[in-house]
């Protein structure tokens, strides 16, 4: 029987939950949860923009 080493088990994939108990996180875990955080943001933040130009075409070719 072999033993698993750490490269060979699967990660677990980081993901966080608003509110959740962060006391038991290392400092590597809250810094993966920002690093995933800021670039969700980064997602959401482009989604809006894009939404806004939409937004903005569809008002001005219905009020011409």
Do not use: N, Y
Request: proline fraction near 2%.
């Amino acid at each position: 029987m072999a033993i698993d080493t750490d490269d060979e088990r699967p990660r677990k994939k980081v993901s966080h939950e608003i509110g959740q108990d962060l006391s038991l996180l290392s400092v590597e875990e809250l810094e993966q949860r920002i690093a995933l955080l800021t670039a969700e943001i980064e997602r959401l933040a482009s989604a809006l923009t894009m939404k806004r130009a939409t937004r903005a075409a569809a008002d001005r070719f219905f009020k011409s």
